[in-house]
């Protein structure tokens, strides 16, 4: 009976220790609404700087699944993104026809953090997942960072 109590609780380490590395793999909401919450403050401090680091893997405003993406509030289009910079995000709707970019657009405020959720694939995939993103206004940019559930 001890074995099997203990055989048990190994077991259940293990599924604990399993879920935690597949949670490891991809950022959480808590950690895109920091990201974001760094994202603001870098723009405010320098943008042509912060910009800069967006679209490259410094400053870290890249983790995992986790990346800052800008748009230019006037025009909508991308200033900052890791693979599709310059693209208009007006126009971007998911695998469902929701016109997300517009959502985001529309969402964002100054000195207001606000979510839009939508369908979109992880990096370097294909398939769409559920994909929140944490959206904000600073200066004349519209920044955000989304997590998937």
């Not at 604990?16 to 597949?22: F, K, N, P, T, V």
């Not at 986790?66 to 909508?76: E, I, P, Q």
């Amino acid at each position: 009976m001890l074995r099997k109590i203990a055989f048990a609780g190994l077991c259940a380490a293990a599924l604990s220790a399993s879920a935690l590395a597949e949670t490891a793999e991809f950022g959480t909401a808590a950690e895109a609404r920091a990201m974001l919450e760094k994202a603001v403050a870098a723009v405010k401090a320098d943008k042509t700087e912060a910009l800069a680091m967006f679209n490259s893997e410094e400053g870290g405003f890249r983790d995992r699944d986790l990346y800052v993406f800008c748009v230019n509030a006037s025009d909508g289009i991308e200033t900052a993104h890791p693979t599709h910079k310059g693209m208009k995000l007006r126009e971007m709707k998911d695998v469902n026809g929701v016109a997300f970019g517009e959502e985001i657009m529309n969402a964002a405020k100054d000195g207001e953090i606000s979510e839009v959720t939508y369908m979109w694939p992880r990096p370097n995939t294909d398939t769409p997942a559920e994909k929140v993103t944490f959206v904000t206004k600073v200066e004349d940019q519209v920044c955000g960072v989304g997590y998937y559930k």
